[in-house]
């Protein structure tokens, strides 16, 4: 951040020599008082205007400074940060200072690497044998076989980051020590956690053994590691908190042909026939958002399955809601999966969508 930081007294011959030395497409600082407090931004062509208005090289650097900036507060959280975030993304804006009470920078947001600020921990789900994809998971787990050079849960890891969540755990139990050596260092910039499942515990039961904070009225992201997928997090997140949910389910759209002639029945009468009939629903995609509240009823060590706690939910009246994925999204669950991931990846360099900067788009 220190490299975007330039007093108010410095001249703007000195601020010119600071933007050569920034690299990247977001070249811009950002004026402070003494105190250290935001007065303003300041780019080439507002240095080029106010020489042209008559100002010196010599002239302080805020005779050229723009004042009317954008930033996020102290008073700026959850889903009214985000918005504000996917705003300033809408207009253009890449650099973005987050201020404390004081109007002092303690952070720079760069919106071209992290595209948004999810409050948001997130776990993934990574102890299963991966049995129908064998003999590719004999020696080695389904998370880390490779698709394109890169393992498939490093795809989601990428994406996670890029929506600004780095408190994020790996639930591991199937060669479990691969999948934490894995992990030994860094992914994308974070430092993934892993925690190991003694025994099965489920599809969320593995939950547990993160820390669920007493009384917390936070919300967990928690996802299949094996699944690739252009969901677009900030969506499902800001969908989960508008609808004031427990529990918020990603979802794909399927559809189901009969292929026989379909009888329409009132009672003992034929009412009418219908020929190779479709219907369309929604199936889960292995991708939820939880309220902390929600995660905080599972007991400890004891095997539990989502659609359980789901169901459990719905029974005592909380609130849960679903998410359609616009994008794409593959269950790498057997080796037909495997191929075709492996051919999309032929023609793609990244996974397409908003979650992998720079993707070409399927």
């Avoid at 497409?25 to 950002?30: G, Q, V, Y």
């Avoid at 020489?51 to 959850?78: N, Q």
């Avoid at 129908?132 to 849960?153: Q, S």
């Amino acid at each position: 951040m220190k490299q975007n930081l330039i007093g108010a007294e410095a001249s703007l011959l000195e601020a010119l020599g600071r933007l050569n030395a920034l690299s990247g497409s977001a070249i811009t600082l950002f004026v402070t008082d003494v105190s250290g407090r935001l007065l303003g931004t300041l780019t080439d062509g507002d240095i080029r205007r106010a020489l042209l208005g008559g100002a010196s090289l010599d002239s302080a650097v805020t005779e050229a400074m723009h004042t009317a900036f954008r930033a996020i507060g102290p008073d700026d959280s959850g889903a009214a940060a985000v918005e504000r975030l996917r705003d300033f993304r809408s207009r253009g804006i890449r650099l973005v200072p987050r201020l404390d009470a004081d109007g002092r920078p303690v952070e720079i947001i760069d919106l071209g690497r992290t595209h948004t600020r999810l409050p948001l921990r997130a776990i993934l789900m990574a102890g299963g044998k991966g049995e129908r994809l064998r003999p590719l998971t004999l020696t080695r787990p389904k998370p880390l076989l490779e698709i394109d050079g890169k393992a498939i849960i490093d795809y989601n890891i990428e994406a996670l980051a890029a929506c600004g969540i780095t408190d994020i755990t790996a639930c591991v139990r199937y060669m479990a020590e691969q999948i934490e050596e894995h992990f030994a260092g860094p992914v994308a910039g974070v430092d993934v956690k892993c925690v190991r499942e003694e025994q099965p515990l489920g599809t969320i039961g593995a939950a547990t053994l993160c820390g669920i904070p007493d009384g917390s009225d936070g919300h967990t992201l928690v996802m299949n590691s094996d699944l690739l997928t252009t969901i677009s997090f900030e969506e499902m997140y800001l969908k989960h908190i508008d609808t004031g949910a427990d529990a918020t389910i990603a979802v794909v759209p399927y559809q189901v042909t009969v292929p026989f002639a379909i009888l329409d029945l009132d009672g003992e009468r034929v009412s009418g026939i219908t020929e190779k009939p479709s219907y369309s629903h929604y199936a889960n995609a292995g991708i939820y958002i939880f309220s902390d509240r929600l995660l905080g009823r599972l007991r400890p060590g004891e095997r539990a399955d989502a659609p359980d706690l789901l169901a459990d939910a719905i029974a005592d009246g909380m609130r849960v809601s679903y998410y359609v994925i616009r994008g794409s999204w593959i269950d790498v669950g057997s080796p037909a999966d495997f191929s075709q991931a492996r051919e999309l990846m032929r023609h793609h360099r990244n996974f397409a969508g908003v979650n992998y900067p720079g993707a070409t788009p399927l």
